[in-house]
């Protein structure tokens, strides 16, 4: 089935850096990919989707490109804000259920 | 308007105990799920339901039975509760669960779940 792959953490970054954070994707065909983002105390949300090749998805400033070439959706952001501060999940359709990656902690100092 | 919601948010209880956590969402989605996070913020889904009926099982001890009564609610109850039991249980629905691609999941806040 399918599966995600994603940079473990936890990243720490000052404020106005450059975040990416890797993800990787193993499929049959070309399916949905996802990010999601889980602020302190909170439930996941939904933060960018693709629904195919070379689509870009984008949402709060944050980007990700859906390159079948490197079965990548790494997530991007050019200056992180305090209040981006969250855990970041990669994920994909596998059998009527989302895979979810191992989640990645982002700290950004004031 | 909350679209998911949870309770209880916090439960503590001791082991052996029987607990149960309510999920209810006024999205009108057919599909409703469980997930457990981890201490590490690893997250394993449990179940799901598509209208009422069970579609996915993983391999979860039997000690956790899920019961939708309607498309809106699905609750877990937990018998015996052990100490590796602890951790943040979430809730989520989503339109269709047969185009997940397509469909994004709506989570809950979690319930955090200490056994003692």
């Known amino acids: 089935g399918n599966s995600v792959t994603q940079m473990e953490g936890p990243v720490t970054l000052s404020e106005e850096a450059f975040l990416t954070i890797n993800c990787t994707y193993t499929?049959?065909?070309?399916?949905?990919l996802f990010w999601y983002v889980q602020y302190p105390g909170e439930g996941l949300q939904l933060l960018l989707k693709a629904t195919k090749a070379d689509d870009k998805g984008s949402n709060k400033g944050f980007e990700a490109t859906y390159r079948k070439e490197t079965t990548s959706f790494h997530l991007e952001k050019g200056s992180v804000q305090v209040s981006d501060s969250a855990v970041y999940f990669c994920a994909s359709p596998n059998d009527y259920k989302l895979s979810f990656g191992a989640g990645t902690t982002v700290t950004v100092r004031a | 308007d909350t679209a998911v919601s949870q309770t209880p948010k916090y439960l503590v209880t001791q082991m052996g105990n029987d607990k149960s956590i309510k999920c209810e969402q006024n999205l009108g989605h057919d599909t409703m799920y469980w997930y457990k996070q981890d201490s590490k913020k690893f997250l394993k889904i449990m179940f799901s339901y598509n209208n009422k009926e069970l579609i996915i099982n993983e391999t979860v001890p039997n000690r956790f039975s899920p019961k939708s009564p309607d498309k809106a609610h699905l609750n877990l109850h937990i018998n015996s509760l052990e100490l590796g039991d602890s951790a943040v249980y979430f809730c989520a629905s989503s339109q269709d669960q047969t185009a997940i691609g397509t469909y994004e999941q709506y989570f809950g806040p979690g319930t955090r779940l200490t056994v003692t």
């Open positions: 499929a049959t065909g070309y399916p949905s």
